[in-house]
């Protein structure tokens, strides 16, 4: 499957974003779906992960409560809604997808369990 993120951008303290991540493929729905970020210099680490229909959901405790992971599988699309965004969500957004159902069944946050990775979405948030 090949992921395609878009949505970033600039946005001020307590602004909001959204991004999307489209797949190509008649599969999407047999995937889990996650959203990393790596900001410069730091590692790059789990922000959200959705199961197949969206059922289960899973976030950093960074995020939670400000951010939204959503899919739509008829569009082969996943989301972010980023709300009461802060500086240091300033980062580079990947979309991933997680093949294998055991890990989706825990909503993975391990970066090797993820197989297909997109070009990633720069988000810039000024203070």
């Known amino acids: 499957v090949q992921l395609q993120a878009s949505g970033g951008g600039l946005v001020q303290t307590g602004g909001s974003l959204r991004l999307s991540c489209a797949a190509s493929?008649?599969?999407?729905?047999?995937?889990?779906m996650a959203w990393f970020r790596q900001a410069p210099g730091k590692e790059r680490e789990f922000v959200a992960a959705?199961?197949?229909?969206?059922?289960?959901?899973n976030y950093a405790d960074s995020v939670k409560g400000r951010f939204t992971i959503s899919r739509d599988n008829a569009k082969n699309t996943v989301y972010l809604q980023m709300d009461s965004l802060r500086p240091e969500d300033t980062a580079v957004y990947y979309c991933?997808?997680?093949?294998?159902?055991?890990?989706?069944?825990?909503?993975?946050?391990?970066?090797?369990?993820?197989?297909?990775w997109g070009q990633g979405t720069q988000v810039t948030v000024s203070s």
């Open positions: 991933a997808a997680d093949r294998d159902p055991h890990t989706i069944m825990v909503l993975t946050t391990r970066i090797d369990d993820y197989d297909y």
């Open positions: 493929g008649r599969t999407f729905s047999s995937y889990g």
């Open positions: 959705i199961s197949w229909s969206g059922g289960m959901l």
